[in-house]
């Protein structure tokens, strides 16, 4: 088993192409020049790239084989505790040095960014898992990296903190007197807690201010979700049988996409008939309820029109929800996709993905991440209809990180203090009637 | 590579056999009688087994199989980093469900026990490393767990306590009020910390006093250092070349024992010549600065006498100690292997270990567990030494678990926060005033 040389690009392979990002102002597609100031153009060029295949560079190489291949798992233990005839395989990515599948991408990212010059690198990050991925790749090319956390996440995980500065990042709480747009946040509320939107501001106004300095992000583009290609590939390469169905949870889409890609690819091109599913909170619905438009990727507007499943960019979800994926919006290539119809998207619901948590910890012995719980949550339904009709289905899914970081959440559900409820629709609709134009 | 069907034994290859353990009462060696109470017969007859080698059952190996063979990896960045011409390899054990080398025995003492129809098992846990391998191994085998975790962990470590939430175990903050001895301590004391001696005598006590209840000890005994053999009978089968030094942390000895015994084995046959080296704190020395005397394993005395290593049972570290390892005393085994010359041992002082750890977090992506960050500072040391001589030395490391639980630790010693100081000498006699007899 070996590392695979290339990155896949499904978007060649596609029926039709994917919509392109507009310029807020103009409504034309956005050029290389108006990405120039955040982004390296290797990543930029990878972004609209019509190249079915990307060498993976040999300096990125060195440090994937750190922790790369990934085990692909049989859950043998997980099956007889269920009974079930189906055969369940699991991807798990939480080997990498921070514990998930985001460094695929950062490493990467870290590389053509020190490549092309630049001496920092700002991003945000929300429960920390992306933060702590982009702190270690930076480590390993001499970049500074300067990460904005949520100030919720910052008070309440102290211990992800803990793990960027061991990486020799900073990190500020968001919102920080340190930009425009925190002093902004702090003067309307000296107390707020934070939000993804706040803290992407504040990395996107740093990164544009600063000399040699660009901006990193941890889902949702199309160079993010090819990067992370590498997990289906080897699990193509690894598998001893095809996969009737693919089962992967979706926040920006990256994790879904890096595992189902390559066998999208097969499906494509009429060697396989797998089907294809991708988990959402059921208190952040984006595929299963929100509605396919054009809309910022940031709650405060600054980035470029995105077509995507969305929630609306002002939507938050609930702060009883503890799993993880609170991504108001979706990949823009993945959304495209579900327009075409190439893949299914269903919702789970909090308790039952922290029980499908434990369960999985009692058989298997890994602690799943929250964001993996939707999955293993869906493979685990799956697997007990195939008991009721005996049907043998392969299923495989993304174990996308380990939960080491994220057992105040168990802790909770444990005690019984995890809350569902389902989402008013009324609240979709008023978020939905703040998208742009 | 595959798991190795055998565990390895090596005491009946010893050119003479390790002194037994006595009754404190009789002075006699004890008797299979004496341990019944506590352990498993098949755990007795491994304790005391003259056979070399000892075959793992196949529903331990259906377990091992979650996580081994672990990884064996060349350290090819920190070699670069340090720019010397050893070659640094490490076998990596935090690849284990709760993080870190323990579950390798912590598997088949559960699977023995089950399959005696013990129902519970009892232990104590310090940071929590033992207590959640332990818990995850009960999980495994329908045994239900009740771990005496230090207060002082208990309250600074809830991720820990939670982990073997998950897993399904008990976890009582020791003192307890549900033991005599733990009474006791809190009549003595009501705002006691804890210690692990506590904490062993509220576990043994229970398992005593339980119909179907056993204890289980995640160190210092013959057939825990045996499970641990896994560890070197992989890296010898994995190396590419053999090594000239093999490197590991002693605390009490069962990580260094499972790397460095099938290496041993193979150099009492005469086919290699590697060297040993143990690393132990400047803040718990046994090896260095202890004596090899008769003593008891547990601060309360209740546990046979144990000739060994030892600063004094009464011995504790400064509270100053972050770093692991601060059991008083060692492996009778392996204290017997030091007298016969057949390793070395040394020690680090806590902030160069730190350092060690965050340089290899850096370089090869891994948070080690502040334990093996002992190992990685001799090996350094060692690599640095090869620099100035140009000698192009093999070392082999024990990494022996991760550090996603003990970031606080890496938090105060960036922070500047912690603190080296030479172990008085007065300390050290004080304690062995109070040997027995």
Redo the contacts between chains.
Sequence with gaps: MVIPSNWYNIVPDLPAPPPPPLHPGTREPVGPGDLAPLFPMELIGQEVSGERYVPIPQEVL??YR??RPTPL?RA??LERALGTPARIYYKYEG???A?SHKANTAVPQAYYNAKEGVRLLTTETGAGQWGSALA?AC??FDVECQIWMVRASYDQK??RR??M????ATVHASPSSLTGSGSKALADDPASPGSLGIAISEAVEVAAATPDARYALGSVLNHVLMHQTVIGEEALDQLPELPDLVIGCTGGGSNFAGLAFPFMREKLAGRIKTVFRAVEPAACPSFTRGVYAYDFGDTAGLTPLLKMHTLGHTFVPDPIHAGGLRYHGMSPLLSHMYELGLFEAVTRSQNECFEA??RF???????PAPEPTHALAETIAEALRCKESGEEKVILTALCGHG??D??A??RY?AGGLEDHTLPQDRIEQALTELPG
């Excluded at 500065?165 to 020799?168: P, S």
């Excluded at 910890?361 to 602690?367: D, K, L, N, Q, S």
């Design positions: 060195d440090v750190l922790w798992i043998r233990r080997v990498s040095p514990g270690f480590s390993q102290p211990y803990s793990l500065h061991v990486y020799g948590g434990v910890a009692r058989t298997e012995g890994i602690v080491h970081f057992l105040g168990y802790d444990l």
